[in-house]
């Protein structure tokens, strides 16, 4: 039987926390021949609820689980972990300015990164998925200096599968012979989906939906999904971040499908402009661990604007948490 892969999964006694555990535990993400060790990490006053949740893991008796532990300490849970799950957040409160939740996720983020670099295996690999997600991973990536910066990915598969979904609505065709959407940027609102590259059942995309529907409907349709879910559902979507969570980490693992990408915010390398070092959505190919950002796809003009626009909100966030003193 193969080794047992140690997962750490962050603010895991909360909805989404809640949704991603049962499935990491039934082999949903690393495969069914892999035995998963689950360490679990809450703040200390959620931390009984999160032994609730290990009592009902047990419950289901999966045969992959070699290992349930909860704690509040991050040193602890980090240890020889070789997967990061990092859900757990300071949501906006009321009242609450921009800066103050970037400093409030600056001391989450800087301290698990910290953690991670001390006692995290040497192939650890993390998903940030708690928000403001791309700028959490760049300050966790840069506490651990001594972890690969590639290793800090943040999580826009949930905005990739939303686009897919929307583009499967719209044509008809079932979302399985939909192939290459992207999306570029940042996890919020300024994200750009784009389906210029995309192919349903092999042909372009763009020959069958026009301009003004992609443009009016298409694109603030999944860039605002998340408060549309929230309107409608009256709390955030948390089942399908996890499934996006599953999947952004079992395609890193396993590796993409021929003839297709998916999206994640990566590093950027300085590709298709986007300035080194900032953690922007990108269409990339993966296989056996690693990525690689696709390159050479061509960039309209509109689309420059669209990158461009939330590239640089990208940067300001980087700038003030610069001023914080976090990266
Ligand atoms: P939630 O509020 O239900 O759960 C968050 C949990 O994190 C709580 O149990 C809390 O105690 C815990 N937590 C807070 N600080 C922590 C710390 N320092 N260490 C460990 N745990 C900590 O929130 P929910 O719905 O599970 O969402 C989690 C995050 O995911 C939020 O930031 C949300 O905005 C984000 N999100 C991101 C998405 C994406 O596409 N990237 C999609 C949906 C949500």
Redesign the pocket.
């Given at each position: 039987p193969a080794a047992p892969v140690t997962v750490t999964v962050?603010?895991a006694?909360?909805?989404?926390?809640y949704a991603l555990l049962f499935r990491i535990a039934s082999g949903a993400m690393l495969g069914p021949e892999v035995p998963v060790r689950l360490r679990l990490?809450?703040?200390p006053a959620?931390a009984r609820a999160a032994e609730g949740t290990v009592l009902e893991l047990m419950d289901c008796a999966f045969p992959l689980v070699a290992g349930l532990d909860v704690f509040d300490d991050p040193a602890k849970a980090f240890d020889g972990a070789n997967v990061g799950l990092l859900?757990?957040?300071?949501?906006r409160g009321p009242g609450m300015e921009r800066a103050d939740l970037l400093a409030a996720n600056g001391g989450?983020f800087s301290v698990q990164g910290r953690a991670i670099n001390d006692g995290a295996a040497g192939d650890f690999k993390a998903v940030v998925?708690?928000?403001p997600?791309n700028t959490n991973a760049l300050i966790a990536a840069s506490h651990a200096p001594d972890v690969p910066a590639s290793r800090f990915t943040?999580?826009?598969r949930?905005?990739h599968d939303r686009a897919v979904a929307q583009l499967a609505a719209k044509t008809g065709a079932p979302v399985s012979a939909i192939r290459k959407v992207a999306i570029w940027g940042n996890?919020s609102a300024s994200q750009y989906p784009d389906i210029t590259h995309a192919t349903v059942d092999g042909g372009p995309a763009t020959d069958l939906v026009d301009q003004s529907w992609i443009a009016g409907e298409f694109i603030p349709r999944v860039a605002k999904r998340?408060a549309e879910i929230i309107s409608v559902r009256g709390g955030?979507?948390?089942a399908s971040?996890a499934n996006?969570a599953i999947a952004h980490m079992r395609l890193w693992v396993h590796g993409t499908r021929a003839g297709d990408w998916t999206s994640m915010a990566v590093p950027s390398d300085g590709s298709y402009g986007v300035p080194e070092g900032l953690v922007s959505s990108f269409p990339v190919t993966t296989a056996a661990g690693d990525y690689n950002i696709v390159q050479g796809l061509d960039i309209s003009v509109f689309a420059r604007g669209r990158i461009d626009a939330s590239v640089a909100e990208l940067a300001s966030e980087r700038d003030a948490v610069k001023g914080l003193g976090l990266v």
């Amino acid at each position: 039987p193969a080794a047992p892969v140690t997962v750490t999964v962050t603010g895991a006694a909360g909805q989404i926390g809640y949704a991603l555990l049962f499935r990491i535990a039934s082999g949903a993400m690393l495969g069914p021949e892999v035995p998963v060790r689950l360490r679990l990490l809450e703040v200390p006053a959620a931390a009984r609820a999160a032994e609730g949740t290990v009592l009902e893991l047990m419950d289901c008796a999966f045969p992959l689980v070699a290992g349930l532990d909860v704690f509040d300490d991050p040193a602890k849970a980090f240890d020889g972990a070789n997967v990061g799950l990092l859900v757990g957040a300071r949501p906006r409160g009321p009242g609450m300015e921009r800066a103050d939740l970037l400093a409030a996720n600056g001391g989450i983020f800087s301290v698990q990164g910290r953690a991670i670099n001390d006692g995290a295996a040497g192939d650890f690999k993390a998903v940030v998925v708690g928000n403001p997600a791309n700028t959490n991973a760049l300050i966790a990536a840069s506490h651990a200096p001594d972890v690969p910066a590639s290793r800090f990915t943040a999580m826009t598969r949930l905005d990739h599968d939303r686009a897919v979904a929307q583009l499967a609505a719209k044509t008809g065709a079932p979302v399985s012979a939909i192939r290459k959407v992207a999306i570029w940027g940042n996890h919020s609102a300024s994200q750009y989906p784009d389906i210029t590259h995309a192919t349903v059942d092999g042909g372009p995309a763009t020959d069958l939906v026009d301009q003004s529907w992609i443009a009016g409907e298409f694109i603030p349709r999944v860039a605002k999904r998340g408060a549309e879910i929230i309107s409608v559902r009256g709390g955030s979507s948390a089942a399908s971040a996890a499934n996006a969570a599953i999947a952004h980490m079992r395609l890193w693992v396993h590796g993409t499908r021929a003839g297709d990408w998916t999206s994640m915010a990566v590093p950027s390398d300085g590709s298709y402009g986007v300035p080194e070092g900032l953690v922007s959505s990108f269409p990339v190919t993966t296989a056996a661990g690693d990525y690689n950002i696709v390159q050479g796809l061509d960039i309209s003009v509109f689309a420059r604007g669209r990158i461009d626009a939330s590239v640089a909100e990208l940067a300001s966030e980087r700038d003030a948490v610069k001023g914080l003193g976090l990266v």
